[in-house]
């Protein structure tokens, strides 16, 4: 099993940045794709950016240029910093890994308001 413990979300003015944090514990081995992502009222979860443990990088196409993912192993933490924030990127922000068995693990979710 794999825990996750998300942080950094909040209110936040459009055009503001904020730094997500997501701390993984417990059975790690065969990690390999740590990512975010969220969900809106209406909408289906989507993704927002992932990386790998290689540190490839994939972004969704409405954060591209504005969100950097980030990860740390020593610390088994991944990070999303987010830049130039609009009101649609407002939602419910969740943390994933994925394993090499293709187990994948969620965090509780952190909610991300930006206001216009």
């Known amino acids: 099993q794999v825990q996750l413990v998300e942080s950094g979300g909040g209110l936040v003015q459009a055009g503001g940045s904020l730094r997500l944090a997501c701390a993984a514990s417990?059975?790690?081995?065969?990690?390999?794709?740590m990512g975010w992502y969220r969900q809106t009222p209406g909408k289906e979860r989507e993704l927002v950016a992932s990386?790998?443990?290689?540190?490839?990088?994939a972004y969704g196409d409405s954060v591209k240029g504005r969100f950097t993912i980030s990860r740390d192993n020593a610390k088994n933490t991944v990070y999303l910093q987010m830049n130039s924030l609009k009101p649609e990127d407002t939602g419910v922000y969740y943390c994933?890994?994925?394993?090499?068995?293709?187990?994948?693990?969620w965090g509780q979710g952190t909610q991300v308001t930006v206001s216009s």
């Open positions: 990386i790998t443990s290689g540190g490839t990088t």
């Open positions: 994933s890994v994925l394993n090499s068995l293709l187990s994948r693990y």
């Open positions: 417990g059975s790690m081995f065969g990690i390999n794709v």
